[in-house]
């Protein structure tokens, strides 16, 4: 089982990105999938997380309004829409998929945002 996460980057504050995540050698479709992040000298916190049918989402209060997690399950992939990008959400964002636990983990990817 492989997680691909991408789209991560330097964005000014207030800038927009769109991580995605791609998941193969199995099918996800009745997981829940989500994301994480890490910022430097901190542990990893939770960001979003969607219910397998994509009817149910949740955020962490630190993103709620300005990001928007989604999913594709004839693609497998779930994605996390950023927008009003802030310096403090700079990290490594994780896609992760729930199995139980959070069992399966993607090798991150960087999101920089500039002041």
């Known amino acids: 089982v492989q997680l691909q996460a991408s789209g991560g980057g330097l964005v000014q504050a207030g800038g927009s990105l769109r991580l995605s995540c791609a998941a193969s050698?199995?099918?996800?479709?009745?997981?829940?999938m989500g994301w994480f992040r890490q910022a430097p000298g901190k542990e990893r916190e939770f960001v979003a997380n969607i219910m397998w049918s994509g009817g149910s989402t949740y955020y962490a209060d630190s993103v709620k309004g300005r990001f928007t997690i989604s999913r594709d399950n004839a693609k497998n992939t779930v994605y996390l829409q950023m927008n009003s990008l802030k310096p403090e959400d700079t990290a490594v964002y994780y896609c992760?998929?729930?199995?139980?636990?959070?069992?399966?983990w993607g090798q991150g990817t960087q999101v920089t945002v500039s002041s």
């Open positions: 050698g199995r099918t996800f479709s009745t997981n829940t």
């Open positions: 992760a998929v729930y199995d139980s636990t959070w069992r399966y």
